[in-house]
């Protein structure tokens, strides 16, 4: 299973930014999905996931800014961030049943 996550980049407050995140050897349909992120000095946390059903789950900070979707066809599952602050500047992962992790992909907001 292979996960690479894209779409990070710099931007200002209030910004916005997809992540997308393509899976090899595993089912994004089919299970279940998430995006974690890690600041430095924090620990990582759940963002969003989005299980087999579709039902689909917030941390509460991004409720409301962030959406998590997938396009089966592509087995790619996204993340749109909007109304970004500057505590949402980590290292973005998407994960497979937290077994398998990507390399992450960074957001920095200033």
């Known amino acids: 299973v292979q996960l690479v996550e894209s779409g990070g980049g710099s931007v200002q407050a209030g910004g916005s930014l997809k992540l997308s995140c393509i899976a090899s050897?595993?089912?994004?349909?089919?299970?279940?999905m998430g995006w974690f992120r890690q600041a430095p000095g924090k620990e990582r946390e759940r963002v969003a996931s989005?299980?087999?059903?579709?039902?689909?789950l917030y941390e509460r900070s991004v409720k409301g800014r962030f959406t998590i979707s997938r396009d089966n066809a592509k087995n790619t599952v996204y993340l749109q961030t909007n109304s970004l602050k500057s505590e949402d500047t980590a290292r973005y992962y998407c994960?497979?049943?937290?077994?398998?992790w990507g390399q992450g992909t960074q957001v920095t907001v200033s």
């Open positions: 994960a497979a049943e937290e077994t398998y």
């Open positions: 989005i299980d087999y059903d579709g039902t689909t």
């Open positions: 050897a595993y089912n994004t349909e089919s299970g279940y």
